[in-house]
């Protein structure tokens, strides 16, 4: 059985998961990236510069909220790596415009549940199994899950409220897991980025200078994806032996209460 460490990194590609990516890439891990991109380009860049560090990359597209794939994606992890010992759920959207919690749609509502919270929660349940599985071959594996939810996870934003909710979900998720996996020694950890410097956030990076610049974090600047990634590669290092559900708050300070 290879030694070759393996991490599959949802929504890859680009923005905080390909700043995860990379990340995990320059510690030693193989990376698995699935992606749901209109086209292969930005897939096809990460793999690239993963590969120039070293690394085996596989880039695959596919919908995380579709059962049947997340079945062929494990099966092509399987397949190509023959082992997995970090899952990232970093994979998500966003309303595909902000509306009014009054006003509102089910059909938003439905496609932001079914990618940000029933994918992973589902994806991890395989991914789990199959740790289980490979814990029991060898004993000194020490397999994780981090799941990436957001500062939205407990901040009320009602123009989007389905994104809200569906990353309280995911902070749920995170507690669920990680209480039922500690007996097999699977850590699973959250990360609640702030406000981050990607594709997502710049549409209203007019509004968010504005206000980081009043005051709203006490550290006055934007957070990069490649703060993101430090933290994954924390905890794909192994240096939270003794941690589980624990969030880590990437955030620039914006969780303190200030007066």
């Known amino acids: 059985m290879s030694e070759q460490k393996v991490a599959l990194v949802t929504g890859g590609s680009r923005g905080i998961g390909k700043g995860i990516s990379l990340a995990l890439a320059k510690v030693g891990y193989d990376v698995a990236i699935n992606h749901f991109d209109p086209d292969n380009t930005a897939a096809d860049q990460t793999k690239k510069e993963i590969e120039e560090i070293g690394r085996k990359c596989r880039a695959w597209k596919g919908d995380i909220s579709s059962a049947a794939d997340r079945i062929v994606l494990l099966d092509i992890i399987r397949r190509e790596f023959g082992r997995l010992d970090l899952l990232v759920n970093n994979a998500g959207v966003a309303p595909l415009k902000r509306v009014d919690i009054l006003e509102a749609s089910e059909e938003s509502f439905e496609r932001l549940i079914n990618i940000n919270l029933k994918g992973p929660y589902f994806l991890t349940q395989a991914v789990a199994n199959w740790m289980i599985e490979q814990r ?62 990607t594709e997502m956030t710049a549409p209203v990076k007019e509004k968010y200078d504005k206000m980081i610049a009043e005051g709203l974090t006490p550290i006055k600047r934007w957070g990069t994806p490649e703060d993101i990634g430090k933290a994954v590669s924390a905890v794909a290092q192994g240096l939270f032996p003794f941690s589980t559900g624990q969030v880590f708050n990437l955030d620039g300070g914006f969780h303190l209460r200030r007066l």
Request: charged letters at 20%.
């Open 136 to 197: 029991k071959l060898d004993p000194e594996r020490m397999p994780a899950i981090v799941n990436i939810s957001s500062v939205s996870a407990y901040t009320s934003s009602p123009a989007r409220g389905e994104y809200c909710i569906s990353k309280a979900g995911v902070s749920m998720a995170t507690k669920l897991y990680a209480d039922r996996l500690a007996e097999y020694d699977i850590n699973v950890y959250e990360i609640q980025p702030g406000i981050i410097a």
